[in-house]
């Protein structure tokens, strides 16, 4: 199993303003993953941070809110910019570890923001 | 029409009970297919997948796949109060790309 932890957990802030979540994972991973999950709503990828090279965003999410940083293989973060009321929601790092018939894959506790 | 769909619920059954939960899926060439468990207030947490060739059981959890009809189910037999929980279906179509989710089921297990 992988042990991941985020920071903050919560967060209140101002419209206009950014907050960087951090990630660190207990183990060395290629891949890691962002997502977000608004109130009462399924989960969606942000983007895909590989160390080494440029995160990979989906489709409706762009590097200029969203910067990603990856700078080693057991830490990234994840920027909110200028935010705004909609961006308010729970935003999730992820890992996932694959292998023949094997597949696992963890979640970090979540960081919690609120754009007032 | 959504990637990946499931009945909100709520779904309520009694303890001991088989919970049977539903998800369908457009893309007629998925190959993988995942449930995960979320709890109220926590990060979900991935309980059963299975590919393309066939189903899987796993304790309590079975996870079955049709698909002629593009559905998943998962079955929680012996249902528990500690069950109750939303559960969340994803389906890749390739097995490099990306998890879409359905909205989740929420599960409720009565003493």
């Known amino acids: 199993s992988a042990v991941i932890s985020q920071k903050p957990s919560r967060d209140i802030c101002q419209r206009g303003t950014s907050l960087t979540i951090q990630c660190q994972v207990d183990s060395q991973v290629t891949m890691m993953f962002w997502y977000r999950q608004q109130p009462g709503q399924s989960l969606t990828l942000i983007a895909t941070?590989?160390?080494?090279?440029?995160?990979?965003?989906e489709s409706g999410f762009v590097i200029d809110k969203f910067p990603i940083s990856r700078p080693n293989l057991t830490f990234s973060t994840l920027t909110v910019s200028n935010m705004s009321p909609e961006d308010s929601s729970i935003y999730l790092c992820?890992?996932?570890?694959?292998?023949?018939?094997?597949?696992?894959?963890?979640f970090g506790p979540g960081t919690r923001l609120t754009v007032t | 029409q959504k990637e990946v769909e499931q009945n909100s619920g709520p779904l309520s059954v009694p303890e001991g009970a088989i919970a049977s939960l539903n998800c369908t899926y457009s893309?007629?060439?998925?190959?993988?297919f995942f449930w995960y468990r979320q709890y109220s207030g926590k990060s979900p947490e991935l309980i059963m997948f299975i590919y393309s060739n066939g189903d899987k059981e796993d304790g309590r959890f079975t996870a079955q796949l049709n698909k002629a009809s593009q559905y998943v189910s998962l079955l929680i037999r012996d249902s528990q109060p500690s069950d109750s929980a939303t559960y969340l279906c994803a389906v890749k179509v390739t097995n490099a790309g990306k998890s879409t989710f359905g909205d989740g089921t929420t599960l409720t297990v009565k003493p």
């Open positions: 941070a590989n160390q080494g090279s440029e995160a990979t965003y």
């Open positions: 992820s890992l996932v570890t694959e292998g023949s018939g094997s597949y696992e894959q963890y």
């Open positions: 893309d007629r060439g998925s190959q993988s």
